[in-house]
């Protein structure tokens, strides 16, 4: 099964079970938002839009054991005895979590799921990231000040629909593309400016105080 297979079935897992929930609610899959000034875009897996809340949900099936690198901040899968890190979708889905809540002007809470399809994760960092059996105990017992009425989940919901954007799932991925190969540049800059104590962009001298390196000339700086 290819990683995009992988992906979409463990996404119809999640749905079928968030549509198993008996009160009123409305349920949005593969929502995509597009930032009108970079035109970078955010595809969510699952808005749960519930009388106890908000829920941005991003599924994750992956197979193997899941553990979290507390010294890396990465996460960690073990398959057959063999390791490889993954990036961390806690850190991706509160971004997620963000626009969302950029979305709704900032009027409403939104909260932040990571769920592990295969129930192979049994040390979590985040009490937002949980394992598929725990999906639905976690938003019946999410604390909340008060329910949402079904005239709030509606108009939530009409908010959320008036900012979705039609982009197809090829211009997602070669946004993620771009994205990969941007960071990945950063990364080459910031391995050359700590080697070489110069610049990258202009080739000034670039100076350190602390975790802090900038460059005085056009202002190329970073944090380690």
Known sequence: MSKL???????EIVS????SIKEYHHLLNNVTFKNKRSEMTHQIDHIL????????????NYYGEIIYDEVYKDWIRIIDGKR???????????SHAITLYKAL??????????VFVQNNAPYMPDDNAINLDD??????????????????????KAMIDKKISDVSIDEHLENIDIIKTYRKQQQAEIAY??????????GAPILQKG????CYKCDFNFKL
Do not use: M, W
């Open 49 to 60: 839009i519930h009388p106890h809340g908000i829920f941005v949900i991003e599924t994750k």
């Open 16 to 19: 079928d079970i968030l549509n």
């Open 5 to 11: 297979s992988r992906g979409q079935k463990g996404e």
């Open 84 to 94: 490889s890190r993954s990036p961390d979708p806690l850190k991706q889905n509160k």
């Open 193 to 202: 400016a700590i080697e070489s104590h110069k610049c990258p962009r202009c």
């Open 105 to 114: 002007r900032g009027e409403y809470k939104v909260i932040p799921v990571v």
């Open 135 to 156: 999906l639905l105990l976690f938003i019946d017992s999410y604390p909340y000040e008060h329910k949402y009425t079904k005239r709030t989940l509606d108009k939530i």
């Open 211 to 214: 975790n802090i390196f900038k």
